[in-house]
C-alpha cells in the first residue's frame, strides 16, 4: 500500500491513549478525536458500541481507495467466519421485512443491473423538473412558523421537508405521505438498534410500497405518461427488459426513502447551524442572494457537506480476502468503515479543513461517498439544501440560534451526524 502507516510511537515517546469515541462528547464534536486517530492511527480498529470490531479507516487517501476497492463487499453474507456482525449491521428491522436486497447491500454483478435500472427513472433531469415543487414545499413549511418568530428547524422544517419531497417524487399520494411523515419519525428517533418500534415502522412502509407498487402496476399501461413519478418509472424501466422482482422493487422504494431522508434532514440542519456559527461567512451568502447570484450557494452547499455533513461515516463493508490498508492487516470478514467526515477535514487533501470557507473551489469531498455507491440521490439533495437555505435566508434574514450552543444535543448514532433540535428566533414575518 502506498500510504504508510503513521508510527504510532512518535519522537517524543509514546502516543497519547486514543480518545474515547462513540460517548456524548464525542457525538457533539468528534473533529478532534478524528484529528487523532488520522495522524496516530490512520486505520484503527475498535470496538463499535453495538460490540461488533470495526476497523475506521479516517484518511482521505485511504478513504477514498477503499471506497472503491473491490475487496470491500457490501453484502455480510458473501463471507464466512464473522456472523457475529449479522444482525447488527444495516438498518434496523430491515432482515425482517426482507428488504436486504437493496443497492447500499450488494455488490455487482446485482448491483449494477438494479442501479442501472434506478438510474434510468432517477435521472437529473427528473430532479431538475422537481425544482418548483421543492419551492413550494420549503414555502409552506416556513409559512407554517414564519409568523411566530421563532421555531426548532429540525422539527418544523429540515425533518419534513426530504419525506414529503421523496414521497411525491416517488409517486406516494399526499393523503398517504402523513403515515410516512410518523413511520421516518419513529425510524430518525429510534434509529440505530433494532427496537420493536422501529423493525414495525419499516415493515409498515414496505408494505405500503409493495402495496402500491403493485396498484400501480395494474394501472400503468391504461395512463403511461413519461415524466411522472419515480415508482412507475421503476416499473416502465423493469418492464421493458431487465427483470425487477416485487421485492426488488419494494427495496428500491424504500431505500430511496431510506437513504434520501435522514441525510437531507441532517444536510439541512447541519448546514443551517454551521451558517448561524459563522457569521461572516452567512453574511457573505446572503448577500451573493440579494445580488440574485447562485454561484456562491452551489459551492457552499458543497462546503456544508464537506465541513459538517450528514454521514459521518460509510455504510458497512466487509473484506473478501484479507488485505492491508495504510499498513494494517484486515482479516478476510473484518467489518471495515470509512469515517467520511474524518476524510473530509484531512489537512492532507484541503487547505484549512477546520474552517468554513463557502467559495472554496477544490473541493472533491466525499460527503455522497465514491465509487459504485455513490449516491444516486446527490441531485435532489443538493436541490432540496439549495432551495431550503436560499429560502431560509432570504425570508427570514435575521434568523439566529436561541440556543447556548453547548446545550445543542446530537443524535449520536453511528452513521449519520445530525442535531436533534435546533430552535431559532426571527423577526416575525408579516403578511
Ligand atoms: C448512497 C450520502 C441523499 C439515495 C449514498 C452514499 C452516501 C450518501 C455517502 C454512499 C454510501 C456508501 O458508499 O456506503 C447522501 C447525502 C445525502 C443523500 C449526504 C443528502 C444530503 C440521498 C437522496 C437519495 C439518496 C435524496 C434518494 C432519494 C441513495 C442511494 C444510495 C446512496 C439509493 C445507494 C447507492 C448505491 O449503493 O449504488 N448516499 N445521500 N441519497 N444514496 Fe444518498
Known sequence: DPIPAACPAGPAGPA???PSLFTWEFAADPYPAYAWLREHAPVHRTTLPSGVDAWLVTRYADARRALADGRLSKNPDTHSGRAHAKGKVGIPGERNAELVSHLLNIDPPDHTRLR????????????AAFAPRVQELTDRLIDGFAARGSADLIHEFAFPLPIYAICDMLGVPAEDQDDFRDWAG??????GGPRGGV????????????????RKRAELPAEARPGEDLISGLIRASDHGEH????????????????????T??????????????????TLLQESLDRGESALLATAVEELLRYDGPVELAT????????????????????????????????ARFDGPDTLDLARRDNPHLGFGH?????????????????????????????????????????????????????????????
Open 16 to 18: 497519547p491513549e486514543p
Open 116 to 127: 442501472r435500472l434506478v438510474s434510468k427513472a432517477f435521472t437529473p433531469r427528473r430532479a
Open 186 to 191: 419513529m425510524m430518525i428517533r429510534h434509529g
Open 199 to 214: 423493525a414495525r415502522s419499516v415493515k409498515k412502509m414496505r408494505g405500503y410500497l409493495a402495496d402500491l407498487i403493485h
Open 244 to 263: 425487477l422482482t416485487e421485492n426488488e422493487a419494494a427495496a428500491m422504494a424504500f431505500i430511496l426513502l431510506f437513504a434520501g431522508f435522514e441525510t
Open 265 to 282: 434532514v441532517n444536510l439541512i440542519g447541519n448546514g443551517t447551524y454551521a451558517l448561524l456559527r459563522n457569521p461572516a461567512q452567512r
Open 316 to 347: 458497512w463493508r466487509f473484506a473478501t480476502e484479507p488485505l492491508t490498508l495504510a499498513g494494517e492487516r484486515i482479516a478476510a470478514g473484518d467489518p471495515v468503515l470509512v469515517v467520511l467526515a474524518a476524510a473530509d477535514r484531512d489537512p
Open 371 to 431: 465509487g459504485i455507491h455513490y449516491c444516486i440521490g446527490a441531485p435532489l439533495a443538493r436541490l432540496e439544501a439549495q432551495t431550503a437555505l436560499a429560502t431560509l435566508l432570504r425570508r427570514l434574514p435575521d434568523l439566529r440560534l436561541a440556543a447556548d450552543p453547548d446545550d445543542l444535543r446530537w443524535r449520536g448514532g453511528l452513521i449519520m451526524r445530525g442535531l436533534r433540535t435546533l430552535p431559532v428566533e426571527f423577526t416575525p414575518e408579516r403578511r
